[in-house]
């Protein structure tokens, strides 16, 4: 008799601690959403500041960047990376990136 209570004890903590470690990942995949979403936000604004200057050089290069990342060919952060690199190489400062909203 005393196994089977413990054993139903047994099997109840295995559940609580399973629902537990659910929560736990269902919580690190919304974190991880936001941060895509802010990411992809911030590519956007990057684009807009960038497009405002009507740069012939510049809208070539953000074609590419925009259909390689389409394509799935680069990953976001590496999108950002070069849209930072674009926005220092053409002087583009954190005024005209706030304008561009």
């Known amino acids: 008799m005393t196994l089977v209570i413990a054993a139903i004890v047994a099997a109840i903590i295995v559940v609580v601690l399973n629902k537990q470690?659910?929560?736990?990942?269902?919580?690190?995949?919304y974190a991880d959403d936001v941060q895509h979403l802010y990411m992809l936000?911030?590519?956007?604004?990057?684009?807009?500041?960038?497009?405002s200057r009507q740069y012939v050089p510049?809208?070539?290069e953000l074609a590419r960047l925009t259909m390689n990342y389409?394509?799935?060919?680069?990953?976001?952060?590496e999108l950002n990376s070069k849209l930072d690199y674009l926005l220092a190489?053409?002087?583009i400062n954190d005024n005209e990136l706030v304008e561009a909203v």
């Open 70 to 77: 389409r394509r799935g060919e680069i990953q976001l952060n």
């Open 41 to 51: 936000t911030t590519a956007e604004y990057k684009i807009k500041a960038l497009e």
């Open 89 to 91: 190489e053409f002087k």
């Open 58 to 60: 510049i809208n070539d």
């Open 21 to 29: 470690q659910a929560n736990k990942v269902s919580n690190n995949m």
